[in-house]
C-alpha cells in the first residue's frame, strides 16, 4: 500500500479524505475515504475516463486463475455499472451510496469493504476447511441467487478478486499451522461470524463492470426485442446466467485447495483446457475432501451450460443445506 503522502487528489472529489488506497486496476483506484459532510468511512471507486495506452495500464494484478480483460471505460459501461449497483439491495451485495463525475473521473462512493479481497485470504491461508468454505460460498450464492432470480442481471466477473469482506478477518499466522481453518477451532466460534467480533464475518460481491441486465423486472421478458432475435442469441440469453455458476465453482474449487481448477503457464493450453472442461481433483490436495463437495463441483464445472447447476440447484445440494460439523466430543 502506498504511504498516505502519495494519496493523489482529484478534482471533483473536494469532499472526500482520501485515507488508504484499497486496490487497483488498469483503469480504476479504489480508496479507502472519509466522506467530509456525514464524517462516514467509505470506499471510493475513481475510474479515469480516458483510456491509457496498453503499457500504461500494464498487468498491474498477480491474477493466477482468470484472464484480464481490458476494461473500455466508456460512459455507458459506467453508467450501466452505477444503475444495476442502485437497483440493487441485498446483504451479500456491495452497496453503492452516490456516483458522481468530473471532466476526467467518474467517482462511485461505496460501503467499504474493509477486509478487502477473498483473493488475499485464500493467499494468506493457503486453502479453507469445508465448513468456513460453505460459510463463505454460500453468502457469495445468495448474493448471486438475488441477482438472477430478483433482478434479472448476470454479473459475469465473479471472481475471488471481486469478492470483499466487510471487516479485517481474524486469521492465524500462516506456517505455525498446517491447516489453519481446522473444524475444532471454528467450533470454539473462532472463525464463525459475529463471535466476538471476529471470525471471518460477511462477504459481498463488488465490481458490476461486466454485469449484464438479461430480462426486464417488471415484465419478467428478456431484454430486447423478442420477435426480431437470432435463435442462438436466443438460446446464449437462456443460459446466460450460467458463466457466474461456473465461476462459483471455480471459486469453490480453489477455496477447498488453494489452487484453481484450470491453469496452465501457456494461455492457449489454458484456454483448450477450459474448453474442453479438463480439470482433476488432484491429489494428495484433494484426497480428504468430501465426495459431496466433488459432486457439488462437478455440477458446476460442467462444459454444457444447460446441464450445470442453476443458482436454485446450487443452494438446493446436500453439501450446502449441510450443517456445520458438530464440535468434537471432549473426553
Ligand atoms: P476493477 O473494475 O478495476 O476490477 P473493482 O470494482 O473490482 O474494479 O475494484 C478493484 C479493487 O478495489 C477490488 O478488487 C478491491 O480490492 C477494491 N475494492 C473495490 N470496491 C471496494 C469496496 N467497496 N471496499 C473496499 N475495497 C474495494
Ligand atoms: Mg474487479
Not at 483506484?29 to 475516463?49: E, F, P, S
Not at 495500464?57 to 442502485?86: C, D, S
Not at 434479472?152 to 479485517?168: M, Q
Request: hydrophobic share 35%; with cysteine; charged share 25%.
Amino acid at each position: 500500500r502506498e504511504p498516505k503522502n502519495k494519496l493523489p487528489t482529484y478534482k471533483g472529489l473536494e469532499n472526500f479524505k482520501l485515507l488508504d488506497k484499497m486496490g487497483d486496476g488498469a483503469f480504476s483506484n479504489v480508496y479507502k475515504a472519509m466522506d467530509l459532510t456525514t464524517g462516514q468511512t467509505v470506499a471510493v471507486k475513481v475510474v479515469r475516463k480516458f483510456e491509457l495506452n496498453a503499457s500504461q495500464a500494464g498487468e498491474k494484478h498477480l491474477n493466477i486463475q482468470f484472464k484480464k480483460k481490458p476494461r473500455v471505460t466508456e460512459r455507458a459501461n459506467i453508467l450501466k455499472e452505477v444503475q444495476i449497483m442502485r437497483g440493487t439491495n441485498h446483504s451479500s451485495i456491495v452497496k453503492l451510496i452516490s456516483f458522481s463525475e468530473s471532466q476526467e473521473h467518474y467517482f462511485l462512493v461505496m460501503e467499504l469493504m474493509e477486509g478487502g479481497e477473498l483473493f488475499h485470504q485464500i493467499v494468506k491461508l493457503t486453502y479453507f476447511s469445508e465448513n468456513l468454505a460453505r460459510h463463505v460460498i454460500l453468502q457469495v450464492a445468495q448474493g448471486i441467487r438475488y441477482l438472477h432470480e430478483e433482478r434479472g442481471v448476470v454479473h459475469r466477473d465473479i471472481k475471488p478478486e471481486n469478492l470483499l469482506f466487510e471487516r479485517i478477518p481474524i486469521i492465524p499466522s500462516k506456517g505455525s499451522v498446517q491447516r489453519p481453518y481446522d473444524e475444532e477451532k471454528e467450533d470454539e466460534g473462532e472463525f464463525v461470524p459475529g463471535v466476538g467480533g471476529g471470525g471471518i464475518g460477511r462477504i459481498k460481491i463488488a465490481d458490476f463492470g461486466l454485469s449484464k441486465v438479461i430480462w426486464n423486472e417488471e415484465t419478467m421478458t428478456p431484454c430486447g426485442t423478442v420477435g426480431y432475435t437470432a435463435p442462438e442469441i436466443v438460446k446464449d440469453e437462456r443460459y446466460s446466467q450460467s458463466v457466474d455458476m461456473w465461476a462459483l465453482g471455480c471459486v469453490l474449487y480453489t477455496l477447498l485447495c488453494g489452487f484453481p481448477p484450470f491453469y496452465d503457464e501457456s494461455i492457449n493450453v489454458l484456454t483448450e483446457k477450459v474448453a474442453r472442461g479438463y480439470y482433476t481433483f488432484l491429489s494428495p490436495w484433494w484426497d480428504d475432501i468430501t465426495h459431496s463437495a466433488k459432486d457439488l463441483i462437478q455440477h458446476l464445472l460442467c462444459v454444457d451450460p444447460a446441464q450445470r447447476y442453476t443458482i436454485d440447484e446450487f443452494l438446493a445440494h446436500p453439501w450446502c443445506t449441510a450443517a456445520p460439523a458438530p464440535p468434537p466430543v471432549s473426553p
